[in-house]
């Protein structure tokens, strides 16, 4: 099921925002992040925006998302960037106010071992030849 991600908004005093789930939940739990834009308030100077999360190898890295400037680029579309949680937002540079908005996907487990059996027990269907095009 797809939830709104309320968003957050990151300042000069609030530069950090940590999206997590219950360890206890055995959901997947995928975040989106749709839009990154300034608020009012915003001056015209650099905004950077990172996700900080965990690589393969469970170390942090943080990554660049977004750059804006009001006079420039004061919002920035990412196209339902997606993410797994836990993973934090940090206003790297700049004072804000940047808000971030998207959506929180939850998969639950059972739905999606259901789907892998029901997979299974189809048989594949024989795909027709192509045939050429007529001239």
């Not at 991600?5 to 950090?16: I, R």
């Not at 100077?45 to 690589?55: A, D, L, Q, S, T």
């Not at 400037?69 to 804000?96: E, H, I, M, W, Y």
């Amino acid at each position: 099921s797809d939830l709104l991600f309320p968003g957050c908004e990151l300042t000069a005093s609030t530069k950090s925002y940590t999206f997590q789930v219950d360890k206890a939940d055995d959901s997947d739990h995928i975040l989106a992040l749709s839009v990154v834009c300034l608020t009012d308030g915003a001056k015209d100077e650099c905004n950077v925006v990172e996700v900080v999360g965990r690589n393969h190898e469970n170390q942090e890295i943080a990554v660049p998302v977004a750059n804006l400037k009001l006079s420039c680029q004061p919002l920035l579309s990412l196209d339902n960037f997606k993410l797994q949680p836990p993973v934090t937002f940090r206003l790297a540079a700049g004072s804000g106010p940047v808000h971030l908005a998207g959506w929180h996907q939850i998969v639950h487990r059972e739905d999606a071992s259901f789907e892998e059996d029901d997979d299974l027990s189809e048989e594949e269907e024989e795909l027709a030849p192509i045939m050429p095009a007529k001239k």
